[in-house]
């Protein structure tokens, strides 16, 4: 085994330090809220610019769009929202919509519908953070010669939690075979907050997330176990 101790210019993070890398914040056992503090510091800062030219509410909500949807989202990307978060974001919209008033005189839910349903489409984070996990649902699912190696390694990782009685010829992809991966249990403790957000979000548009052949060629059939292969028929 190498000992050559490591040169001083390298540091290794210990569990509970985060390090950022291309503006996403990684580390074991972080929290999860603590790189989100100097963003929301920055959206209030910079709403609070805004609201001294007096804006209407429809003007507003596009800053809204801009500064706090603009401020987040690529963090969203990277390493998710934590909950704490949106309600914390909600908050700073609705003072920033009010005036910081005591009590909105429609609540947020109704603004951030839209205008052709009554509201003045605001920006909803929660639903837009849904479509950020359905992207990363849609490139997981993507099985063409440009699926990506995350996704690969995200397989071993549902792999790992599938039913015991589930074979292990039939454990390539949950979306691909009959098997769901547990949504509760401690084996779920073994995926990252990311894969049970993924996952989350897939069961919640199942119907859009189900995969079938429409037709099955007979080399493929040769290759299918034999009672796949029998309810295949059958169906």
């Not at 801009?66 to 949106?86: E, L, R, Y």
């Not at 063409?144 to 015991?164: E, G, R, V």
């Not at 796949?228 to 028929?233: E, G, S």
Request: overall charge positive.
């Amino acid at each position: 085994m190498d000992q050559t101790p490591l040169p001083d210019r390298i540091c290794i993070a210990e569990d509970g330090e985060s390090v950022q890398m291309l503006g996403a914040w990684i580390g074991n056992k972080v929290d999860s809220q603590t790189p989100w503090e100097p963003i929301i510091d920055k959206i209030k800062a910079n709403l609070k610019l805004w609201n001294k030219m007096c804006p209407s509410i429809e003007g507003k909500c596009r800053i809204v769009q801009a500064i706090v949807g603009g401020f987040t989202q690529f963090m969203t990307q990277a390493q998710g929202m934590p909950d704490q978060i949106i309600s914390t974001l909600n908050k700073v919209t609705n003072n920033f919509i009010w005036d910081d008033r005591l009590g909105a005189r429609i609540a947020i839910k109704h603004l951030q519908q839209p205008k052709e349903k009554g509201g003045l489409g605001l920006l909803n984070i929660q639903i837009r953070n849904e479509a950020i996990d359905l992207m990363w649902l849609k490139a997981y699912l993507n099985f063409s010669l440009n699926h990506q190696p995350w996704a690969a390694i995200t397989d071993l990782l549902i792999d790992a939690i599938a039913p015991k009685e589930t074979t292990k010829m039939a454990r390539e992809n949950s979306f691909l075979q009959c098997w769901n991966a547990p949504s509760t249990g401690p084996n779920l403790a073994k995926l990252n907050d990311d894969i049970k957000k993924m996952l989350k979000t897939a069961r919640k548009h199942s119907h859009n997330t189900n995969l079938a052949a429409v037709k099955v060629s007979m080399c493929l059939c040769r290759e299918l176990p034999a009672w796949y292969l029998v309810l295949l028929q059958l169906s």
